[in-house]
């Protein structure tokens, strides 16, 4: 092994995580212990999305080996990502632990044979510094506590920080009009109004960026798309009044009258809004889909799905269809129907509340992740939840079963993610919203208040 160079001893999680991961610590050796590919091993059966980033595992490590001509002795030569970046080796450590760990850490488990393997590699390589990686937090805590570096693995994070995440929209300054008024063109068309404003924040701004502005009168745009050094804005529809209605519910705050613009347009294709319990997300997502399913007919069916997190990975532990055994995971969508049925409960009565949910529900079908890969869904509104318990990689397999005429929402609140080894900075969410951001067909909104009640309101304020 080559001098200054670190070495990186890799654990079970991290390559389950990333499958390509170890074609991600540039010129630095990776050392894959025999501890790790027994446990990879173990779990490469079954049709989970860990089983399959197993099987993935094994063919990349496999297609290195054939390309080495079976002489691994001395390393395997990993191959480069990105063109002029130097890389480092692979090996394969065969050998069992033996340096001594601390009584209470004796056992023959896997977690300490890498903390053994991680000191044998220290001690036959003082020159160097060896690093233990792993996406297991209480690994690294003891592995601390021994004096041995360890680190998470972050090669995957979207950003540094959570906070900096795209909010899709952004507040005028004070003097906008003064120093963007310059030249500044406006016109009508079929009763929208546009401008054209040239400027240096004009320069900055993204598609579909909402702008607005806490004047005496308001203002509120969207930005529609970017020509030369100028930019074309769109006053956006109101949805907080009573005539814009969108199956019988209406903007509350600006956040929510923004998400409304996005998701009734029609050349928007993706969709993604943020926010936390009680924001509107699902209410909001699921009036748009039913006006433009039932009465604009822009769409022939909604599908919703979310992941199912506490069940485990496989929903055949629960009885029924596919439909009934992702039931008790969609109470959101039992919910926000009883909202939107209200009108014919107060209209019709009882027979008329059963026949708008026998109607509703006739449109709506509840699909499982497990069931997706090699789909395409045509002419279809498809509404993801709790999307930020998702992974990159299961984001970008639902994203992709887009057909013509469809549009994607993915909803969510990076604050909750309840899936082992995701953060705010490498959920699914948080790259799908950092990705779309620059695509002049796709939109996001971060919704900022809870609409439920004074009670809920007042609970998440104080509690």
Known sequence: MTAKRKIFVVDTNVLIHDPSSILRFQEHDVVIPIVVLEELDSIKVGMSEVARNVRQVSRLLDELVEKANGDISHGIKLPS??????????????????????????????????????????????????????????????????????EDYTNDQVLDDANLLYTGAEKLDADFWETHSKNMESWKEEGRTFYRLRGPKARAWLPNLFLYSNEQRPFEAVVRRMENDSAIIEVVKDYASERNKVWGIHARNREQNFALNLLMDPEVDFVSLLGQAGTGKTLLTLAAALMQTLETKRYMEIIMTRMTVPVGEDIGFLPGTEEEKMGPWMGALEDNLDVLQETATHEHGAWGRAATHDLLRSRIRIKSLNFMRGRTFLKKFLIIDEAQNLSPHQVKTLVTRAGPGSKIVCLGNIAQIDTPYLTETTSGLTYVVDRFKQWEHSGHITLQRGERSRLADYASEIL
């Open 81 to 150: 990502v990105t063109k002029d970046i130097e890389t480092g080796h692979l090996y394969f450590h065969m050998e069992e632990a033996r340096s001594p760990l601390p009584f209470g850490l004796s056992g023959r488990s896997s977690d300490n044979a890498l903390l053994g393997i991680t000191l044998d590699l220290s001690k036959s390589h003082p020159d160097r510094q060896t690093i233990l990686v792993t996406k297991d937090i209480n690994l690294r805590l003891k592995a601390r506590a021994l004096g041995i570096l360890a």
